[in-house]
């Protein structure tokens, strides 16, 4: 009986965050439409929506009278019912934010510190977010998240170069981001966090199955496969800036010698467009970007790919124009209704908003993809735990 307990109690926190996504996804929505689209009973969904209400997660707008017909109330997420924080740590510095359930952020901070030491860093980041909490409700505050530059682990490649956080290691970080804060902590790459967000945020609205790709410092990336990030074995999948396009190509860090992102990258952009202009470097790097999106869809044979990044709007745009006459791959189907690239909807507050998306997604993932908190503990689930709170 203790085993099939803990099945339903599972079922009901399940229950609970499809409501909340189906209505993240389609509000304003009846009870009776959101038992339709994940069907659940109405009487269920009728007590799961009262249970969300009260707790502040929803607001309800009464129905309009229709005919003769009974108005149905229907109901939408209330932006301010909870909030994240999100934190980018990089080797320029510090950034972070307060992010509300509508993706929006309402306070942002950065701290210009470059090369930080993990000790160093930890003091920031403490003060960062009691600064962010201070004067709120912190019973509102579902977690924080933080990004770092990846990739974990692989000799030779992490932790080294333009882009990554030298002398620290992934342990560091998620026992000190635990210890420095009065909330449920989560880390994640910050590609994985920035295509969170996308998925939560951005373009996940309109695809299910997408390939992020993130035009920073570097070039990086990930698939979001079935609305889930796709991690691999070691979290490090997507290391699309240092697949080998260029045979005999420029020297990488990584060791390698043309490396896309030595080209295709903002680093390359801005070391490359001050040599010879943007025009010539558009042209330069043409052909390299064909063969990056073409490699994306054979590989992952994805919806579309989603452009974001650190460019400028007019230069995003004149990349994407790139992209308007492409070789032949998996995605050079004749049923396309999407472009096979767009640009992202995150903007350039991508990585944090991503990295306050790890600690919202414990409310709205419907399933799987609930990022497991820093220290590698289960957390207690939070939204249960706060419903709890107002349910006798
Ligand atoms: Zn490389």
């Known amino acids: 009986m203790a085993l099939s307990g803990t099945n339903q109690e599972q079922a009901r926190l399940l229950n609970r965050r ?31 929506t009262g249970e969300l209400h009260e707790r502040g997660f929803l607001t309800l707008t009464p129905g309009k ?18 909030f994240a924080i999100g934190v980018s740590i990089s080797p320029r510095g510090l950034e972070a934010g307060l992010m509300n359930l509508a993706g929006d952020l309402v306070t942002r901070r950065t701290v210009d510190a470059p090369r930080l030491t993990a000790a160093e860093a930890f003091g920031r980041i403490s003060e960062l977010v009691a600064g962010i909490a201070e004067g709120r409700d912190e019973d509102k505050i579902l977690g924080v998240g933080m990004s770092m530059p990846g990739p974990f682990g692989v000799d030779g490649m992490s932790f080294v170069g333009s882009t990554t956080m030298e002398g620290w290691t992934e342990t560091d970080i998620r026992d000190g981001l635990r210890e420095c804060v009065p909330f449920p902590a989560f880390v994640d790459g910050d590609m994985s966090a920035a295509a969170h967000g996308e998925r939560l945020y951005g373009r996940g609205t309109e695809f299910r199955d997408f390939f992020y790709l993130y035009m920073g410092v570097g070039l990086g990336g990930a698939m979001i496969f079935n609305n889930q990030v796709m991690r691999g074995a070691h979290g490090n999948a997507s290391e699309i800036g240092h697949i080998p396009l260029v045979p005999d190509g420029a020297p990488c860090f990584c060791g390698n010698r043309g490396c896309l992102e030595r080209y295709f990258s903002m680093e390359a952009y801005d070391r490359r467009a001050a040599e010879i202009g943007e ?38 745009a004149r990349i994407l124009a790139l992209a308007e006459d492409l ?49 590698g503990q289960p957390a207690p689930d939070l939204f249960a735990r706060r419903l709890e709170k107002v349910t006798p």
Do not use: C, M
């Not at 909340?20 to 994940?38: K, W, Y």
């Not at 044979?301 to 709007?313: K, M």
């Open 279 to 316: 025009e010539a470097w558009l042209a330069e790097v043409a052909p390299i970007f064909r063969a990056a999106i073409v490699t994306i869809e054979n590989l992952y044979d994805p919806q579309t790919i989603v452009l974001g990044g650190q460019a400028p709007a007019t230069l995003q």
């Open 18 to 48: 499809t409501v909340l996504e189906a209505i993240r996804q389609h509000g304003p929505i009846s009870r009776a439409d959101i038992a339709r689209a994940v069907g659940l009973t109405t009487q269920t969904v009728s007590t799961i």
């Open 327 to 375: 070789p032949g791959s998996l995605g050079a189907r004749s049923d396309r209704t999407a472009p096979r690239i767009v640009a992202s909807r995150a903007g350039s507050d991508a990585v944090i908003r991503g990295a306050a998306s790890l600690a919202v997604s414990r409310v709205f993932a419907p399933s799987g993809d609930i990022p497991t908190p820093a220290g």
């Open 65 to 82: 009278p229709k005919g003769r017909g009974f108005p149905a109330p229907s109901f939408e997420i209330a932006p301010d019912g909870g």
